[in-house]
T-cell receptor
Framework: DAKTTQPNSMESNEEEPVHLPCNHS???????IHWYRQLPSQGPEYVIH???SNVNNRMASLAIAEDRKSSTLILHRATLRDAAVYYC?????????????FGKGTKLSVIP | SQTIHQWPATLVQPVGSPLSLECTVE??????LYWYRQAAGRGLQLLFY??????ISSEVPQNLSASRPQDRQFILSSKKLLLSDSGFYLC???????????FGQGTRLTVV
């Protein structure tokens, strides 16, 4: 299975943009890139996903490198409520693979 | 709209006692269902997933079992709990192999 590598932790000032990196050098052409976040004492929450093109939604933007070996989750203006562990996950799009497996993620701290 | 229910929210059980955690999903049919465990200060560990009634895949050999008696019901069980079974148990569902997943609020289990 293709794996992802993320920094253990990052800090950001409130109201500033945050760029959370993820490396996935062994990604295959059929792997989707998903991002989830987990707030303290809660279950993970879906943030965004993409395949090849950059994606935007109301929560964040996802920038995917042209070779797809890395991606960046962008929070445009960090708030205190964005303090969470962010997980970058690869999901195979073909039949027969249903595991949604989380790595260690990046713990984002937001400084007021 | 779809919702996922997981109960109870908290549970304290003695070592050696049985366990039954239930998860139900509303508003969708034939979902993929997942059980996760998160030990204190640790990452999310995928325990079981199911793509249909009676179909269970186990990711980690352990003291637990799972069953899916109905399309939108997923049950996590143990015959005899161990201290190491303590943790935060999360149920999740997804429509397909690479679509976004939705998590329940979790059950915090303490085995004493």
């Amino acid at each position: 299975d293709a794996k992802t590598t993320q920094p253990n932790s990052m800090e950001s000032n409130e109201e500033e943009p945050v760029h959370l990196p993820c490396n996935h050098s062994t990604i295959s052409g059929t792997d989707y890139i998903h991002w989830y976040r987990q707030l303290p004492s809660q279950g993970p929450e879906y943030v965004i996903h993409g395949l090849t093109s950059n994606v935007n939604n109301r929560m964040a933007s996802l920038a995917i490198a042209e070779d797809r070996k890395s991606s960046t989750l962008i929070l445009h203006r960090a708030t205190l409520r964005d303090a969470a562990v962010y997980y970058c996950i690869l999901l195979f799009s073909g039949a027969g693979s249903y595991q949604l497996t989380f790595g260690k993620g990046t713990k984002l701290s937001v400084i007021p | 709209s779809q919702t996922i229910h997981q109960w109870p929210a908290t549970l304290v059980q003695p070592v050696g006692s049985p366990l039954s955690l239930e998860c139900t999903v509303e508003g969708t049919s034939n979902p993929n269902l997942y059980w996760y465990r998160q030990a204190a200060g640790r990452g999310l560990q995928l325990l079981f997933y199911s793509v249909g009634i009676g179909q269970i895949s186990s990711e980690v050999p352990q003291n637990l079992s799972a069953s899916r008696p109905q399309d939108r019901q997923f049950i996590l069980s143990s015959k005899k709990l161990l201290l190491s079974d303590s943790g935060f148990y999360l149920c999740a569902w997804a429509r397909g192999a690479h679509t976004e997943a939705f998590f329940g609020q979790g059950t915090r289990l303490t085995v004493v």
